[in-house]
Protein backbone atom coordinates (compact mmCIF):
# COMPACT_ATOMS: atom_id res chain seq x y z
CA UNK A 1 0.00 0.00 0.00
CA UNK A 2 2.88 2.03 1.07
CA UNK A 3 4.35 1.62 -2.26
CA UNK A 4 1.06 2.81 -4.26
CA UNK A 5 0.83 5.47 -2.69
CA UNK A 6 4.84 6.96 -3.25
CA UNK A 7 3.40 5.78 -7.06
CA UNK A 8 0.56 8.27 -7.26
CA UNK A 9 2.53 10.98 -5.44
CA UNK A 10 5.36 10.50 -8.30
CA UNK A 11 3.08 10.67 -11.25
CA UNK A 12 0.83 13.45 -9.29
CA UNK A 13 4.47 15.59 -9.23
CA UNK A 14 4.81 14.95 -12.92
CA UNK A 15 1.67 15.93 -13.95
CA UNK A 16 1.83 19.20 -11.84
CA UNK A 17 5.58 19.78 -13.77
CA UNK A 18 3.99 19.40 -17.41
CA UNK A 19 1.17 21.28 -16.67
CA UNK A 20 2.55 24.01 -14.81
CA UNK A 21 2.26 27.76 -16.58
CA UNK A 22 5.31 28.87 -18.55
CA UNK A 23 6.21 32.17 -17.36
CA UNK A 24 7.08 34.78 -20.01
CA UNK A 25 8.85 38.45 -19.38
CA UNK A 26 6.42 40.16 -21.56
CA UNK A 27 3.11 39.51 -22.99
CA UNK A 28 4.76 40.38 -26.81
CA UNK A 29 6.53 36.73 -26.19
CA UNK A 30 3.92 34.74 -25.16
CA UNK A 31 1.74 36.30 -28.12
CA UNK A 32 5.12 35.06 -30.42
CA UNK A 33 5.08 31.82 -29.07
CA UNK A 34 1.19 31.15 -29.29
CA UNK A 35 1.58 32.16 -32.78
CA UNK A 36 4.91 29.76 -33.46
CA UNK A 37 3.05 27.29 -32.00
CA UNK A 38 6.26 27.21 -29.77
CA UNK A 39 5.88 23.48 -27.39
CA UNK A 40 8.54 23.57 -24.67
CA UNK A 41 8.52 21.42 -21.04
CA UNK A 42 9.52 22.94 -18.24
CA UNK A 43 12.48 20.31 -17.00
CA UNK A 44 14.88 22.94 -19.83
CA UNK A 45 13.58 26.03 -18.11
CA UNK A 46 16.12 27.86 -16.17
CA UNK A 47 19.10 29.50 -17.64
CA UNK A 48 18.02 27.71 -20.89
CA UNK A 49 19.08 28.47 -24.54
CA UNK A 50 16.78 26.17 -27.37
CA UNK A 51 18.77 26.65 -30.60
CA UNK A 52 15.17 24.93 -32.41
CA UNK A 53 12.07 25.68 -30.70
CA UNK A 54 10.27 26.38 -34.49
CA UNK A 55 10.59 27.08 -37.63
CA UNK A 56 9.07 30.01 -39.50
CA UNK A 57 8.95 30.04 -43.41
CA UNK A 58 11.94 28.02 -42.99
CA UNK A 59 13.71 29.59 -40.56
CA UNK A 60 14.64 28.53 -37.15
CA UNK A 61 12.99 29.98 -34.15
CA UNK A 62 15.38 29.78 -30.84
CA UNK A 63 14.67 31.17 -27.26
CA UNK A 64 16.33 31.82 -23.99
CA UNK A 65 15.30 31.91 -20.27
CA UNK A 66 16.83 33.11 -17.18
CA UNK A 67 17.57 31.68 -13.72
CA UNK A 68 13.76 32.39 -12.89
CA UNK A 69 12.59 30.06 -15.68
CA UNK A 70 11.11 33.51 -17.56
CA UNK A 71 11.34 33.27 -20.94
CA UNK A 72 13.32 36.25 -22.46
CA UNK A 73 13.96 36.01 -25.70
CA UNK A 74 12.44 34.62 -28.85
CA UNK A 75 13.59 34.83 -32.42
CA UNK A 76 15.39 33.63 -35.25
CA UNK A 77 18.13 31.34 -34.99
CA UNK A 78 20.53 34.16 -36.84
CA UNK A 79 23.56 34.96 -35.18
CA UNK A 80 26.15 32.47 -33.31
CA UNK A 81 26.71 33.07 -29.95
CA UNK A 82 30.69 33.53 -30.59
CA UNK A 83 29.78 36.55 -32.87
CA UNK A 84 26.83 37.88 -30.59
CA UNK A 85 29.81 37.38 -27.25
CA UNK A 86 31.66 40.19 -29.24
CA UNK A 87 29.31 42.76 -28.29
CA UNK A 88 28.49 44.31 -25.28
CA UNK A 89 25.28 45.13 -26.80
CA UNK A 90 24.14 42.25 -27.63
CA UNK A 91 20.14 42.72 -26.87
CA UNK A 92 20.25 45.21 -30.49
CA UNK A 93 21.44 41.69 -32.60
CA UNK A 94 18.62 39.78 -30.28
CA UNK A 95 15.78 42.86 -31.06
CA UNK A 96 16.44 41.79 -34.82
CA UNK A 97 15.85 38.68 -34.28
CA UNK A 98 12.79 39.11 -32.51
CA UNK A 99 11.34 42.15 -34.59
CA UNK A 100 12.26 39.92 -38.23
CA UNK A 101 10.39 37.37 -36.99
CA UNK A 102 7.59 39.66 -35.17
CA UNK A 103 6.60 40.91 -38.62
CA UNK A 104 6.56 37.51 -39.95
CA UNK A 105 4.42 36.08 -37.46
CA UNK A 106 2.00 39.05 -38.40
CA UNK A 107 1.67 40.12 -34.64
CA UNK A 108 0.96 44.02 -36.24
CA UNK A 109 -2.20 44.18 -38.61
CA UNK A 110 -0.42 47.02 -39.50
CA UNK A 111 1.94 45.44 -41.95
CA UNK A 112 5.87 45.13 -41.98
CA UNK A 113 6.30 48.38 -43.97
CA UNK A 114 3.86 50.50 -41.49
CA UNK A 115 4.71 49.30 -38.45
CA UNK A 116 8.69 50.05 -39.27
CA UNK A 117 7.39 53.69 -39.83
CA UNK A 118 6.29 53.73 -36.88
CA UNK A 119 8.59 52.15 -34.33
CA UNK A 120 11.11 54.74 -36.82
CA UNK A 121 13.39 51.60 -38.10
CA UNK A 122 14.94 52.38 -40.63
CA UNK A 123 16.67 50.21 -43.93
CA UNK A 124 19.27 52.50 -45.10
CA UNK A 125 20.43 50.29 -47.60
CA UNK A 126 19.81 46.85 -48.48
CA UNK A 127 16.86 44.55 -47.84
CA UNK A 128 15.41 42.90 -45.11
CA UNK A 129 14.89 39.35 -47.33
CA UNK A 130 18.93 39.53 -47.37
CA UNK A 131 19.04 39.60 -43.63
CA UNK A 132 16.09 37.13 -43.24
CA UNK A 133 18.77 34.65 -45.04
CA UNK A 134 21.09 35.10 -42.07
CA UNK A 135 21.73 31.47 -40.04
CA UNK A 136 24.62 31.08 -37.84
CA UNK A 137 27.15 29.19 -40.12
CA UNK A 138 26.43 32.69 -42.40
CA UNK A 139 29.80 34.06 -43.13
CA UNK A 140 29.35 37.97 -42.53
CA UNK A 141 30.92 40.66 -40.88
CA UNK A 142 29.20 43.14 -39.16
CA UNK A 143 29.62 46.76 -37.95
CA UNK A 144 27.67 48.54 -34.91
CA UNK A 145 27.84 52.23 -34.19
CA UNK A 146 25.77 53.94 -31.26
CA UNK A 147 24.77 57.55 -31.17
CA UNK A 148 24.46 57.26 -27.19
CA UNK A 149 20.71 57.55 -26.24
CA UNK A 150 19.57 58.02 -29.55
CA UNK A 151 20.55 55.59 -32.47
CA UNK A 152 21.98 51.93 -33.06
CA UNK A 153 23.32 51.92 -36.61
CA UNK A 154 23.94 48.43 -38.33
CA UNK A 155 25.50 47.56 -40.91
CA UNK A 156 25.93 43.59 -42.47
CA UNK A 157 28.44 42.76 -45.37
CA UNK A 158 26.86 39.41 -46.50
CA UNK A 159 28.75 37.92 -49.26
CA UNK A 160 28.81 40.73 -51.87
CA UNK A 161 25.48 42.26 -50.59
CA UNK A 162 24.71 45.03 -47.48
CA UNK A 163 22.23 45.93 -45.07
CA UNK A 164 21.73 49.06 -42.94
CA UNK A 165 19.72 49.25 -40.54
CA UNK A 166 18.86 52.02 -37.76
CA UNK A 167 17.04 52.10 -34.92
CA UNK A 168 16.31 54.05 -31.73
CA UNK A 169 17.12 53.98 -28.49
CA UNK A 170 13.97 53.52 -27.16
CA UNK A 171 13.64 50.96 -24.44
CA UNK A 172 9.70 50.20 -25.31
CA UNK A 173 10.45 48.85 -28.69
CA UNK A 174 13.83 47.14 -27.89
CA UNK A 175 12.61 45.55 -24.68
CA UNK A 176 9.42 44.39 -26.67
CA UNK A 177 6.55 46.37 -23.82
CA UNK A 178 5.09 49.53 -23.30
CA UNK A 179 5.84 51.72 -19.91
CA UNK A 180 1.96 50.21 -19.06
CA UNK A 181 4.17 46.66 -19.42
CA UNK A 182 7.29 47.64 -18.05
CA UNK A 183 5.98 48.77 -14.61
CA UNK A 184 4.17 45.77 -14.60
CA UNK A 185 7.38 43.89 -15.11
CA UNK A 186 9.24 45.65 -12.59
CA UNK A 187 6.63 45.20 -9.57
CA UNK A 188 6.36 41.19 -10.47
CA UNK A 189 10.99 41.24 -11.02
CA UNK A 190 11.36 43.25 -7.87
CA UNK A 191 9.82 41.12 -5.44
CA UNK A 192 11.98 38.23 -6.82
CA UNK A 193 15.53 39.91 -6.35
CA UNK A 194 17.76 38.82 -3.78
CA UNK A 195 20.59 40.78 -1.77
CA UNK A 196 23.67 41.12 -3.30
CA UNK A 197 26.73 40.42 -1.33
CA UNK A 198 29.44 42.81 -0.66
CA UNK A 199 31.88 41.00 -3.23
CA UNK A 200 29.88 40.98 -6.06
CA UNK A 201 29.05 45.05 -5.47
CA UNK A 202 32.89 46.00 -4.84
CA UNK A 203 34.56 44.51 -7.98
CA UNK A 204 32.21 46.85 -9.94
CA UNK A 205 34.59 49.15 -8.74
CA UNK A 206 38.29 48.10 -8.76
CA UNK A 207 39.16 49.97 -12.24
CA UNK A 208 37.67 53.70 -10.97
CA UNK A 209 40.11 56.59 -10.25
CA UNK A 210 40.53 56.97 -6.15
CA UNK A 211 41.08 60.27 -4.42
CA UNK A 212 41.76 61.43 -0.77
CA UNK A 213 40.47 63.80 1.14
CA UNK A 214 41.53 64.00 4.76
CA UNK A 215 41.15 60.29 6.18
CA UNK A 216 38.55 59.39 3.60
CA UNK A 217 39.04 58.08 0.05
CA UNK A 218 37.02 58.90 -2.46
CA UNK A 219 36.35 55.92 -5.54
CA UNK A 220 35.33 58.24 -8.05
CA UNK A 221 32.08 56.70 -9.78
CA UNK A 222 30.97 59.71 -12.48
CA UNK A 223 28.71 62.08 -12.27
CA UNK A 224 25.12 62.28 -13.22
CA UNK A 225 23.36 65.70 -15.02
CA UNK A 226 24.72 67.51 -12.05
CA UNK A 227 27.37 67.72 -10.12
CA UNK A 228 25.82 67.07 -6.60
CA UNK A 229 24.43 63.56 -8.32
CA UNK A 230 26.99 61.17 -8.22
CA UNK A 231 28.29 57.27 -8.17
CA UNK A 232 31.19 58.01 -5.27
CA UNK A 233 31.74 55.34 -2.60
CA UNK A 234 33.41 57.09 0.47
CA UNK A 235 36.12 54.19 2.02
CA UNK A 236 38.25 54.05 4.68
CA UNK A 237 41.70 53.21 4.39
CA UNK A 238 43.60 51.17 7.57
CA UNK A 239 46.94 50.01 6.98
CA UNK A 240 45.75 48.75 3.07
CA UNK A 241 42.31 47.72 4.52
CA UNK A 242 40.05 49.55 2.62
CA UNK A 243 36.25 49.72 3.68
CA UNK A 244 32.86 51.45 3.32
CA UNK A 245 32.15 54.42 5.33
CA UNK A 246 29.00 53.34 7.89
CA UNK A 247 28.61 54.90 10.91
CA UNK A 248 25.88 57.41 12.66
CA UNK A 249 28.65 59.78 12.89
CA UNK A 250 29.13 60.08 8.97
CA UNK A 251 25.40 59.91 7.84
CA UNK A 252 25.70 61.37 4.63
CA UNK A 253 28.53 59.34 3.26
CA UNK A 254 27.37 56.38 5.07
CA UNK A 255 23.93 56.87 3.16
CA UNK A 256 25.13 57.59 -0.03
CA UNK A 257 27.16 54.12 0.07
CA UNK A 258 24.25 52.52 0.81
CA UNK A 259 22.16 53.80 -1.60
CA UNK A 260 24.70 52.98 -4.20
CA UNK A 261 25.57 49.30 -3.23
CA UNK A 262 22.87 48.33 -0.64
CA UNK A 263 25.14 47.11 1.35
CA UNK A 264 24.30 46.91 4.74
CA UNK A 265 24.88 44.52 7.79
CA UNK A 266 21.23 43.90 7.24
CA UNK A 267 18.30 44.13 5.05
CA UNK A 268 16.72 47.52 5.11
CA UNK A 269 12.78 47.53 5.16
CA UNK A 270 11.18 49.82 2.24
CA UNK A 271 7.81 50.92 1.79
CA UNK A 272 7.67 51.71 -1.93
CA UNK A 273 5.41 53.67 -3.99
CA UNK A 274 5.33 53.17 -7.37
CA UNK A 275 4.40 55.79 -10.04
CA UNK A 276 2.36 54.53 -12.66
CA UNK A 277 1.16 55.56 -15.67
CA UNK A 278 -2.01 57.74 -15.78
CA UNK A 279 -1.31 59.17 -12.57
CA UNK A 280 -1.95 55.61 -10.55
CA UNK A 281 0.44 54.60 -7.68
CA UNK A 282 0.85 51.07 -6.39
CA UNK A 283 2.55 50.08 -3.20
CA UNK A 284 4.73 47.39 -2.33
CA UNK A 285 6.65 46.08 0.61
CA UNK A 286 10.37 45.54 -0.32
CA UNK A 287 14.06 45.81 1.14
CA UNK A 288 15.94 48.52 -0.18
CA UNK A 289 18.76 45.58 -0.99
CA UNK A 290 15.82 44.45 -3.95
CA UNK A 291 15.65 47.57 -5.58
CA UNK A 292 19.62 48.19 -5.55
CA UNK A 293 19.66 43.94 -6.76
CA UNK A 294 16.76 44.94 -9.66
CA UNK A 295 18.53 48.03 -10.84
CA UNK A 296 22.19 45.89 -10.95
CA UNK A 297 20.40 42.86 -13.06
CA UNK A 298 19.58 45.33 -15.72
CA UNK A 299 22.98 46.56 -15.93
CA UNK A 300 22.45 50.13 -14.61
CA UNK A 301 24.66 52.60 -13.30
CA UNK A 302 23.60 53.66 -9.69
CA UNK A 303 23.94 57.72 -9.15
CA UNK A 304 23.09 59.47 -5.74
CA UNK A 305 22.09 63.04 -4.64
CA UNK A 306 21.21 64.55 -1.44
CA UNK A 307 18.57 66.81 -1.31
CA UNK A 308 17.67 67.39 2.55
CA UNK A 309 19.63 66.17 5.94
CA UNK A 310 18.20 66.53 9.46
CA UNK A 311 19.39 65.22 12.79
CA UNK A 312 16.20 62.49 11.95
CA UNK A 313 16.45 61.54 8.07
CA UNK A 314 18.46 62.62 5.17
CA UNK A 315 16.11 62.70 1.55
CA UNK A 316 17.60 62.09 -1.54
CA UNK A 317 17.48 60.24 -4.88
CA UNK A 318 19.10 57.35 -6.45
CA UNK A 319 19.55 57.13 -10.29
CA UNK A 320 19.79 54.57 -12.11
CA UNK A 321 20.61 55.33 -15.45
CA UNK A 322 21.07 51.84 -18.45
CA UNK A 323 22.90 54.02 -21.30
CA UNK A 324 22.23 50.97 -23.43
CA UNK A 325 18.62 51.01 -23.53
CA UNK A 326 18.75 55.17 -22.80
CA UNK A 327 16.13 54.68 -19.59
CA UNK A 328 16.46 55.40 -15.83
CA UNK A 329 14.95 54.21 -12.83
CA UNK A 330 14.63 57.20 -10.28
CA UNK A 331 13.71 56.36 -6.34
CA UNK A 332 13.32 59.27 -4.52
CA UNK A 333 13.88 58.39 -0.54
CA UNK A 334 13.69 59.08 3.00
CA UNK A 335 16.00 57.76 4.61
CA UNK A 336 16.01 57.48 8.72
CA UNK A 337 18.86 58.17 10.27
CA UNK A 338 17.80 55.85 13.31
CA UNK A 339 19.12 52.95 10.81
CA UNK A 340 22.45 53.75 11.07
CA UNK A 341 22.11 52.40 14.53
CA UNK A 342 20.11 49.95 15.63
CA UNK A 343 16.73 51.33 14.74
CA UNK A 344 14.00 49.35 13.05
CA UNK A 345 12.02 52.01 10.88
CA UNK A 346 10.92 51.44 6.93
CA UNK A 347 12.48 53.69 4.43
CA UNK A 348 9.77 55.94 2.95
CA UNK A 349 10.36 55.79 -1.26
CA UNK A 350 8.78 56.61 -4.59
CA UNK A 351 10.06 55.10 -7.28
CA UNK A 352 9.37 55.97 -11.20
CA UNK A 353 10.59 53.36 -13.83
CA UNK A 354 11.87 53.40 -17.49
CA UNK A 355 12.24 56.43 -18.04
CA UNK A 356 12.87 56.84 -21.63
CA UNK A 357 16.09 59.28 -21.98
CA UNK A 358 16.05 59.15 -26.23
CA UNK A 359 14.37 63.06 -26.19
CA UNK A 360 16.86 64.45 -23.06
CA UNK A 361 19.09 66.82 -24.36
CA UNK A 362 22.81 65.52 -24.51
CA UNK A 363 23.64 68.77 -22.85
CA UNK A 364 21.94 67.61 -19.59
CA UNK A 365 24.56 64.27 -19.50
CA UNK A 366 27.83 66.56 -20.40
CA UNK A 367 28.83 68.09 -16.88
CA UNK A 368 32.37 68.90 -15.38
CA UNK A 369 33.13 66.87 -12.51
CA UNK A 370 35.29 68.07 -9.43
CA UNK A 371 36.95 64.92 -8.12
CA UNK A 372 37.73 66.95 -4.56
CA UNK A 373 33.99 67.78 -4.02
CA UNK A 374 32.26 65.54 -1.31
CA UNK A 375 29.18 65.95 1.11
CA UNK A 376 30.00 68.23 4.15
CA UNK A 377 29.70 66.10 7.47
CA UNK A 378 29.42 68.22 11.04
Known sequence: MRKLSIIIAVIWSMVAQQS?????RTSLLERMAKAANIIVTDSLFTNTELDSVATIRGKVVHLRTDSWGQVTHIGYNMFNRAFTAQYDNRFILEFIERYLLEMDLGLDERGAEKRMDVDQVTIVSGSLDVLRKVTPQTSLSFNLEVIKRKIYRLTWDIGEKKVCITIPADCQLIMGANSIELEEVFKRDVLSM??????DIIQDWYSLPVTRA??????????YMSDMIRGSLYLTDKKGHRKLICSPERPSRSVSNIMLTGIFDRELPMNLAISLYGNKT??????????????????????FGIKTKSDKSLTGTLFAYNESLAYTHMLSVDFPLSLLKEGN?????????????????????????????FYDEE
Not at 20 to 24: G, L, N, Q, R, V
Open 20 to 24: AAISY
Open 194 to 199: MSITSE
Open 214 to 223: GDILIVNGGI
Open 282 to 303: DHLPITLQQFVSYCKQEHCKLY
Open 345 to 373: ESIQATAYVYIPLRHIADKFFIQEFNPTL
